[in-house]
């Protein structure tokens, strides 16, 4: 391959003047890139230059990664040849809708250090691929960050998304304005203004969203806090959040938060919310239960390790502990905040009138979970029964929460809480917690971050319904081969990897490669 | 209707001579039709010529002024059997299609007619779709031009070119009474330029002066003897006559200086990446003024032996660029050296890759690597031994990073929800071969779904499972097969081959009442009114006729439960012969280009309106992303809670949802969790809406205060 970088120099008697500019433009079908493309063609042949945009379009733009390409000169009297799809190392301004896109770009190599400016919005679109996984499959958006900086002469990221929602209107708008307030076309910012209004549609919003986007990219509006988009929020400690209700539970609140108090400083931020969850999931006394046992492994901890078994067990005790019963879902769709949320969310204004429908679908597990335990195992035990009462209860059922009766029925349930205590599903969950929970501190003394990880395997149960069965299965898989690594020095790190490989796909087939590989380890 | 309306696009069709036309390569193409005074066009839609058809679809009142028929011919093979119109008539025809996927359902008129040859000028416009964002198999129009010995003009790729082109064709095809292919590529098609419009022309003869006059001559028609003396005449009269033609009018174009040791030829349609790759090396201006001697092939066949020949005197190396394989002109230039006794060295997939599209930098290192081995010296010192910048970054991580963005189901898509329950049926009754189809519903292959193991073109996916027909089986075969594709030829060779063989398998009829994947055009089964075509004919009565006994009709796809059952019955009964499941429901991006609009002004005109779309309890979503499993949807997707105690991230839904219900259903009959919920929101409420709704909060109201004020309340919970 001929070196990108040479300078490739004009024949001999062009001017400056006659140097053709390109500019590629990537983006994620449904974007508005063949837009954005009209509008820069626009521009440019506004100021006297001569301008030629391509792009492939079809079945490519069906939410695929695609790409609009536009080169222009300056209007000599004479026709230029531009090419028709943009080359490597040859391209001046390349403008990503997506910050992956952006990656995408570099990859292929259509942003070099010596001449690219890159411009891209830092929103993430995930892709199919980044979503199916159980765990979190995304795509890391630093090491993109990192290497764009790098790869570009100038590098221009800010989230365009955002600018062009705030302003209700899409993407191209600030995308075009970030351009303009990049100045790296030799154009005046009225010129784009009025490419914008002669499109016809939408004019007021797109220019507000490209005036945002442009006095961004200059520097003019400095970022909004808070917006370093791509870090994850740290934990770092919140004010203790506010509480209000009845004087005597606020008694016990207090003397619980006290006990938060007290707990070494590492621990502490996590015991809090987790506090806060299974207090909020159940009552007072269910915190207490929470603190008791967290305390066992603070016992255990010593600040030389950073308390991390203490941080593991704070906040897989609140998971365990607040299991997603038929209880709890009912209460969660009943609250007066969760209304609230709704409304904002769908953004519904004054005078409209909001519906909400729940699906849900109950089979015979749920129901017997909220039977007392005695009656529940009893259905349980009778395959027969259990499979005539399945008959009538499961099937799908949407209920409208807005209605009288259906927010009654689930107010009901969700008032069931005061039995929680005594019903099946609470007796399965606290055999299964008890088992867990004593499993990893038996470990502790011993193999303290082997203990930590066997914790931190709780991560592996979610989902409802067969979704929550394979994820018990993926967790008694995981924790099986705590037999074969018995008294290996890097048990914890295999646990570990375990744990990752679960999370990987639905079935746990990853998983079950990684057992193979723990069996041949050998004693 | 197409999904784009292109009324803005019609009016340019009016312009009138010395006027300029600004736009796409296919408008102009359009364009230069009328120009030409074209008695008729049809053609079968599909990247990058949809446009083409869309244009004229909506132009019918220029169309009547001037006197041209257009249709939008059931298939690629009805559009070219239609320029039978011009083999005794003197009237010029087009049709256009995609190539090569459409050429080769063409090519049985297409032989056929170039066995009789024409006597009105007969053009056939293939938009070429290979490389990148193509969504067909590669090969080359280029060999069905030699097979049937027809004329293949390959342009150089702007507007004024390609005009020409046209103009070129249709005078090249009369004189030598052959049909002419132009073949235009994806990029040129789409591209965005100008060139200086001539009057639009009255056919000299149209389609009703042939009725009144009817003329035959057995001589053109395509059996014995007269088939024999085709093919003789193809050699003898009409090959010749093409080559002059091309040679007197100069068709082809020489650039650069007229003497030089190195040269390079081309297909017209290479040109553009030539002069780039020359620009780079510092041997062409802006302009195209090179250095390098250059012979362009607008017409790529017949190629012109005398002309190539001169062009090669004098020569010591000669670069042949041609995209595609195999390298017919390469070789035919090969033979022609050969046989003239030449020196000159020929090359060209020496230099360039033998497969795969000239991309620019292929093109620079191919360009670059054949003058460094046979004419350094034209290379300037810089370009011979470059210095090295830098070592540029190392992308290598990158690429384990960036996720791939292959196409997908758009938002709300009705074809979604049928794979959901295809793979729900899977759960219960194990994997089963599947067949697939061209079409949007192709995505299925893709993740989240993974179905479907073939696919063997347009309207033959039940008839590429028709193998698997055993009494021994244990399970049957599932095949699916687009309403585009059904009417284009699936009606007989998918249905009625399955009804006739009393295949055994289960065919699904995706029913989205376009032909949503070319851009949403109107077919026999759509349900909106059409001006000009007879719509709304059911695929149910069709599939009927055609001797089908076992049919379900589901009426809304999104419905997954029903979906399954359908699924689950066509593959369980006891009953024999093909099992026809047509699952309809309208292709959403084409359906909300049509209701939103109306929906919004609805709205504001106060009306009472009822808006759906969907969400996600993020304290409820435990963020196993089953429900993305079944889903894909662009609208559903992945959000990090600003909670430590989470570990991984929920689901959410953005603001591009349309409410389809699709989530809702899933999580229904995948029994899969509680966590999504529609909200409808009733715009401009009646009075009793606004009643039920102050009462219903007011009880409402009443119960969560009671509970919340018994219970501790946390601000942010």
Same mark, same amino acid.
């Given at each position: 391959?001929?070196?990108?970088?040479?300078?490739?120099?004009?024949?001999?008697?062009?001017?400056?003047?006659?140097?053709?500019?390109?500019?590629?433009?990537?983006?994620?079908?449904?974007?508005?890139?063949?837009?954005?493309?009209?509008?820069?063609?626009?521009?440019?042949?506004?100021?006297?230059?001569?301008?030629?945009?391509?792009?492939?379009?079809?079945?490519?733009?069906?939410?695929?990664?695609?790409?609009?390409?536009?080169?222009?000169?300056?209007?000599?009297?004479?026709?230029?040849?531009?090419?028709?799809?943009?080359?490597?190392?040859?391209?001046?301004?390349?403008?990503?809708?997506?910050?992956?896109?952006?990656?995408?770009?570099?990859?292929?190599?259509?942003?070099?250090?010596?001449?690219?400016?890159?411009?891209?919005?830092?929103?993430?679109?995930?892709?199919?691929?980044?979503?199916?996984?159980?765990?979190?499959?995304?795509?890391?958006?630093?090491?993109?960050?990192?290497?764009?900086?790098?790869?570009?002469?100038?590098?221009?990221?800010?989230?365009?998304?955002?600018?062009?929602?705030?302003?209700?209107?899409?993407?191209?708008?600030?995308?075009?304005?970030?351009?303009?307030?990049?100045?790296?076309?030799?154009?005046?910012?009225?010129?784009?203004?009025?490419?914008?209004?002669?499109?016809?549609?939408?004019?007021?919003?797109?220019?507000?969203?490209?005036?945002?986007?442009?006095?961004?990219?200059?520097?003019?509006?400095?970022?909004?806090?808070?917006?370093?988009?791509?870090?994850?929020?740290?934990?770092?400690?919140?004010?203790?959040?506010?509480?209000?209700?009845?004087?005597?539970?606020?008694?016990?609140?207090?003397?619980?938060?006290?006990?938060?108090?007290?707990?070494?400083?590492?621990? *502490?931020?996590?015991?809090?919310?987790?506090?806060?969850?299974?207090?909020?999931?159940?009552?007072?006394?269910?915190?207490?239960?929470?603190?008791?046992?967290?305390?066992?492994?603070?016992?255990?901890?010593?600040?030389?390790?950073?308390?991390?078994?203490?941080?593991?067990?704070?906040?897989?005790?609140?998971?365990?502990?607040?299991?997603?019963?038929?209880?709890?879902?009912?209460?969660?769709?009943?609250?007066?905040?969760?209304?609230?949320?709704?409304?904002?969310?769908?953004?519904?204004?004054?005078?409209?009138?909001?519906?909400?429908?729940?699906?849900?679908?109950?089979?015979?597990?749920?129901?017997?979970?909220?039977?007392?335990?005695?009656?529940?195992?009893?259905?349980?035990?009778?395959?027969?029964?259990?499979?005539?009462?399945?008959?009538?209860?499961?099937?799908?059922?949407?209920?409208?929460?807005?209605?009288?009766?259906?927010?009654?029925?689930?107010?009901?349930?969700?008032?069931? *809480? *005061?039995?929680?205590?005594?019903?099946?599903?609470?007796?399965?969950?606290?055999?299964?917690?008890?088992?867990?929970?004593?499993?990893?501190?038996?470990?502790?003394?011993? $193999?303290?971050?082997?203990?930590?990880?066997?914790? $931190?395997?709780?991560?592996?149960?979610?989902?409802?319904?067969?979704?929550?069965?394979?994820?018990?299965?993926?967790?008694?898989?995981?924790?099986?081969?705590?037999?074969?690594?018995?008294?290996?020095?890097?048990?914890?790190?295999?646990?570990?990897?375990?744990?990752?490989?679960?999370?990987?796909?639905?079935?746990?087939?990853?998983?079950?490669?990684?057992?193979?590989?723990?069996?041949?380890?050998?004693? | 209707?197409?999904?784009?309306?292109?009324?803005?696009?019609?009016?340019?069709?009016?312009?009138?001579?010395?006027?300029?036309?600004?736009?796409?390569?296919?408008?102009?193409?359009?364009?230069?039709?009328?120009?030409?005074?074209?008695?008729?066009?049809?053609?079968?839609?599909?990247?990058?010529?949809?446009?083409?058809?869309?244009? @004229?679809?909506?132009?019918?009142?220029?169309?009547?002024?001037?006197?041209?028929?257009?249709?939008?011919?059931?298939?690629?093979?009805?559009?070219?059997?239609?320029?039978?119109?011009?083999?005794?008539?003197?009237?010029?025809?087009?049709?256009?299609?995609?190539?090569?996927?459409?050429?080769?359902?063409?090519?049985?008129?297409?032989?056929?007619?170039?066995?009789?040859?024409?006597?009105?000028?007969?053009?056939?416009?293939?938009?070429?779709?290979?490389?990148?964002?193509?969504?067909?198999?590669?090969?080359?129009?280029?060999?069905?031009?030699?097979?049937?010995?027809?004329?293949?003009?390959?342009?150089?790729?702007?507007?004024?070119?390609?005009?020409?082109?046209?103009?070129?064709?249709?005078?090249?095809?009369?004189?030598?009474?052959?049909?002419?292919?132009?073949?235009?590529?994806?990029?040129?098609?789409?591209?965005?330029?100008?060139?200086?419009?001539?009057?639009?022309?009255?056919?000299?003869?149209?389609?009703?002066?042939?009725?009144?006059?009817?003329?035959?001559?057995?001589?053109?028609?395509?059996?014995?003897?007269?088939?024999?003396?085709?093919?003789?005449?193809?050699?003898?009269?009409?090959?010749?006559?093409?080559?002059?033609?091309?040679?007197?009018?100069?068709?082809?174009?020489?650039?650069?200086?007229?003497?030089?040791?190195?040269?390079?030829?081309?297909?017209?349609?290479?040109?553009?990446?030539?002069?780039?790759?020359?620009?780079?090396?510092?041997?062409?201006?802006?302009?195209?003024?090179?250095?390098?001697?250059?012979?362009?092939? &607008?017409?790529?066949?017949?190629?012109?032996?005398?002309?190539?020949?001169?062009?090669?005197?004098?020569?010591?190396?000669?670069?042949?660029?041609?995209?595609?394989?195999? &390298?017919?002109?390469?070789?035919?230039?090969?033979?022609?050296?050969?046989?003239?006794?030449?020196?000159?060295?020929?090359?060209?997939?020496?230099?360039?890759?033998?497969?795969?599209?000239?991309?620019?930098?292929?093109?620079?290192?191919?360009?670059?690597?054949?003058?460094?081995?046979?004419?350094?010296? @034209?290379?300037?010192?810089?370009?011979?031994?470059?210095?090295?910048?830098?070592?540029?970054?190392?992308?290598?991580?990158?690429?384990?990073?960036?996720?791939?963005?292959?196409?997908?189901?758009?938002?709300?898509?009705?074809?979604?929800?049928?794979?959901?329950?295809?793979?729900?049926?899977?759960?219960?009754?194990?994997?089963?071969?599947?067949?697939?189809?061209?079409?949007?519903?192709?995505?299925?292959?893709?993740?989240?779904?993974?179905?479907?193991?073939?696919?063997?073109?347009?309207?033959?996916?039940?008839?590429?499972?028709?193998?698997?027909?055993?009494?021994?089986?244990?399970?049957?075969?599932?095949?699916?097969?687009?309403?585009?594709?059904?009417?284009?030829?699936?009606?007989?060779?998918?249905?009625?081959?399955?009804?006739?063989?009393?295949?055994?398998?289960?065919?699904?009829?995706?029913?989205?009442?376009?032909?949503?994947?070319?851009?949403?055009?109107?077919?026999?089964?759509?349900?909106?009114?059409?001006?000009?075509?007879?719509?709304?004919?059911?695929?149910?009565?069709?599939?009927?006729?055609?001797?089908?006994?076992?049919?379900?009709?589901?009426?809304?796809?999104?419905?997954?439960?029903?979906?399954?059952?359908?699924?689950?019955?066509? @593959?369980?009964?006891?009953?024999?012969?093909?099992?026809?499941?047509?699952?309809?429901?309208?292709?959403?991006?084409?359906?909300?280009?049509?209701?939103?609009?109306?929906?919004?002004?609805?709205?504001?005109?106060?009306?009472?309106?009822?808006?759906?779309?969907?969400?996600?309890?993020?304290?409820?979503?435990?963020?196993?992303?089953?429900?993305?499993?079944?889903?894909?949807?662009?609208?559903?997707?992945?959000?990090?809670?600003?909670?430590?105690?989470?570990?991984?991230?929920?689901?959410?839904?953005?603001?591009?949802?349309?409410?389809?219900?699709?989530?809702?259903?899933?999580?229904?009959?995948?029994?899969?969790?509680?966590?999504?919920?529609?909200?409808?929101?009733?715009?401009?409420?009646?009075?009793?809406?606004?009643?039920?709704?102050?009462?219903?909060?007011?009880?409402?109201?009443?119960?969560?205060?009671?509970?919340?004020?018994?219970?501790?309340?946390?601000?942010?919970?």
């Amino acid at each position: 391959m001929l070196d990108q970088t040479s300078p490739l120099r004009p024949k001999s008697g062009a001017h400056d003047d006659e140097r053709v500019i390109k500019l590629a433009v990537l983006a994620v079908g449904g974007q508005g890139g063949g837009v954005l493309a009209d509008w820069i063609t626009d521009v440019a042949e506004r100021n006297g230059y001569i301008a030629q945009s391509t792009s492939v379009a079809g079945v490519a733009q069906r939410t695929g990664a695609t790409i609009y390409y536009i080169e222009m000169a300056r209007d000599t009297g004479r026709l230029p040849v531009f090419a028709l799809s943009p080359s490597q190392g040859d391209v001046d301004i390349l403008i990503a809708a997506e910050l992956m896109e952006a990656g995408r770009a570099i990859i292929r190599g259509f942003v070099t250090p010596e001449r690219t400016t890159l411009i891209t919005s830092s929103h993430r679109i995930a892709a199919v691929s980044e979503k199916i996984e159980p765990g979190d499959g995304r795509a890391s958006s630093e090491k993109v960050h990192a290497t764009a900086q790098a790869a570009s002469k100038r590098f221009i990221a800010f989230d365009m998304e955002k600018i062009a929602a705030e302003n209700g209107t899409m993407i191209s708008a600030s995308l075009l304005g970030a351009l303009a307030g990049a100045d790296a076309l030799p154009f005046t910012r009225e010129s784009y203004e009025q490419a914008i209004g002669a499109g016809g549609r939408g004019v007021k919003a797109s220019l507000a969203a490209f005036g945002a986007a442009c006095d961004r990219a200059r520097g003019v509006v400095a970022a909004p806090a808070g917006e370093k988009a791509a870090e994850p929020a740290d934990a770092s400690p919140k004010p203790t959040a506010k509480v209000s209700g009845p004087e005597t539970l606020l008694k016990g609140w207090q003397e619980l938060a006290g006990r938060v108090a007290a707990l070494p400083e590492s621990p *502490r931020d996590m015991a809090e919310r987790g506090l806060k969850k299974v207090v909020d999931y159940q009552d007072i006394a269910y915190g207490r239960e929470y603190l008791d046992r967290l305390d066992r492994a603070v016992a255990l901890d010593d600040a030389a390790r950073g308390y991390a078994l203490s941080i593991a067990a704070a906040k897989h005790l609140a998971n365990a502990m607040c299991y997603d019963d038929m209880i709890r879902v009912a209460d969660l769709k009943t609250r007066s905040t969760r209304n609230k949320r709704v409304r904002k969310e769908v953004g519904v204004k004054d005078g409209s009138v909001l519906q909400v429908t729940e699906y849900f679908h109950p089979r015979i597990e749920e129901f017997c979970g909220t039977l007392p335990a005695g009656l529940g195992s009893y259905i349980e035990s009778r395959p027969k029964l259990a499979a005539f009462l399945d008959r009538r209860i499961n099937r799908g059922r949407h209920i409208r929460t807005d209605s009288f009766s259906g927010f009654a029925m689930l107010w009901f349930i969700g008032g069931l *809480r *005061r039995w929680r205590r005594r019903l099946l599903r609470h007796r399965i969950e606290v055999e299964h917690l008890e088992r867990w929970y004593e499993l990893a501190l038996a470990h502790a003394r011993d $193999n303290y971050t082997l203990a930590t990880e066997i914790l $931190n395997c709780r991560r592996l149960i979610k989902g409802y319904s067969d979704t929550h069965a394979r994820a018990q299965s993926k967790f008694d898989r995981v924790l099986s081969a705590l037999a074969m690594l018995k008294g290996r020095e890097d048990a914890a790190d295999w646990i570990r990897r375990l744990r990752e490989a679960a999370l990987k796909d639905e079935k746990g087939d990853m998983l079950d490669g990684a057992l193979k590989t723990v069996a041949t380890l050998g004693g | 209707m197409a999904e784009r309306s292109f009324a803005k696009e019609v009016e340019k069709l009016r312009l009138g001579a010395g006027e300029e036309f600004a736009g796409e390569g296919i408008l102009a193409i359009t364009k230069a039709l009328l120009q030409c005074g074209v008695g008729y066009v049809g053609g079968y839609q599909g990247a990058p010529i949809s446009h083409l058809m869309d244009v @004229l679809a909506d132009a019918q009142d220029i169309l009547g002024e001037l006197g041209v028929h257009f249709e939008a011919s059931a298939s690629e093979a009805t559009a070219t059997a239609m320029l039978a119109a011009s083999v005794h008539y003197p009237i010029r025809g087009a049709a256009t299609f995609k190539s090569t996927v459409g050429t080769n359902v063409a090519s049985d008129a297409l032989a056929n007619l170039a066995s009789g040859g024409v006597t009105g000028g007969a053009l056939i416009i293939v938009g070429e779709d290979y490389g990148e964002g193509s969504s067909i198999m590669q090969e080359r129009s280029h060999a069905f031009a030699m097979k049937s010995q027809v004329w293949l003009l390959d342009p150089r790729p702007n507007l004024p070119s390609i005009v020409k082109a046209v103009e070129d064709g249709f005078e090249l095809s009369e004189v030598s009474n052959t049909p002419v292919m132009l073949q235009v590529r994806i990029r040129c098609c789409h591209v965005h330029g100008h060139f200086i419009a001539k009057d639009n022309k009255r056919p000299p003869m149209s389609v009703a002066d042939a009725l009144s006059a009817p003329r035959r001559d057995t001589g053109r028609i395509v059996l014995p003897p007269a088939s024999f003396l085709h093919e003789k005449e193809k050699v003898a009269k009409r090959w010749p006559a093409a080559v002059d033609f091309i040679k007197s009018r100069k068709i082809n174009e020489l650039f650069g200086p007229d003497h030089g040791s190195v040269g390079i030829v081309m297909q017209g349609g290479m040109y553009n990446s030539v002069i780039r790759a020359l620009q780079r090396l510092g041997l062409a201006d802006t302009y195209g003024d090179t250095d390098v001697p250059v012979y362009v092939l &607008n017409a790529v066949y017949p190629l012109v032996d005398d002309e190539f020949l001169s062009f090669c005197e004098g020569k010591q190396a000669v670069l042949v660029v041609e995209e595609g394989q195999p &390298n017919y002109i390469e070789q035919a230039f090969a033979a022609m050296l050969h046989k003239a006794g030449r020196g000159t060295k020929l090359v060209g997939k020496e230099h360039l890759p033998m497969a795969g599209e000239y991309t620019g930098q292929v093109m620079l290192d191919g360009i670059g690597s054949f003058l460094h081995a046979n004419a350094p010296h @034209l290379l300037p010192g810089e370009v011979r031994a470059p210095n090295k910048l830098g070592e540029g970054v190392d992308t290598a991580d990158l690429i384990n990073v960036v996720p791939g963005r292959p196409p997908g189901f758009c938002i709300g898509c009705p074809e979604r929800p049928i794979f959901a329950a295809t793979k729900l049926v899977e759960q219960e009754l194990g994997k089963h071969h599947i067949a697939s189809d061209i079409g949007c519903h192709l995505f299925s292959i893709m993740p989240p779904f993974e179905l479907g193991a073939t696919t063997m073109g347009y309207g033959l996916g039940p008839a590429s499972a028709s193998a698997f027909n055993s009494p021994d089986a244990k399970r049957r075969s599932i095949s699916f097969v687009g309403d585009g594709g059904f009417w284009h030829n699936g009606l007989t060779s998918s249905i009625g081959n399955a009804v006739f063989n009393k295949n055994d398998g289960v065919i699904v009829i995706v029913d989205n009442f376009y032909s949503a994947a070319t851009g949403g055009q109107d077919i026999l089964s759509s349900r909106a009114s059409n001006r000009t075509k007879s719509t709304k004919h059911p695929i149910d009565e069709a599939v009927k006729g055609m001797g089908v006994k076992w049919l379900r009709h589901i009426d809304r796809t999104y419905d997954v439960g029903k979906m399954r059952a359908a699924l689950r019955d066509a @593959l369980t009964t006891e009953e024999k012969g093909p099992k026809v499941i047509v699952a309809s429901s309208e292709c959403m991006l084409n359906r909300q280009r049509r209701e939103k609009p109306l929906v919004d002004k609805a709205i504001k005109g106060g009306e009472r309106v009822v808006k759906p779309k969907f969400g996600v309890d993020e304290d409820i979503c435990t963020g196993d992303h089953a429900c993305m499993r079944l889903s894909g949807c662009p609208s559903l997707s992945v959000k990090s809670l600003d909670d430590p105690l989470r570990d991984d991230p929920v689901a959410a839904i953005d603001q591009n949802c349309v409410g389809c219900g699709n989530c809702g259903e899933v999580a229904d009959a995948a029994v899969l969790c509680p966590s999504f919920y529609r909200a409808d929101v009733v715009h401009n409420p009646g009075r009793w809406d606004r009643f039920l709704e102050s009462a219903r909060r007011a009880v409402i109201g009443l119960l969560q205060r009671r509970r919340e004020s018994r219970r501790l309340m946390f601000a942010d919970a």
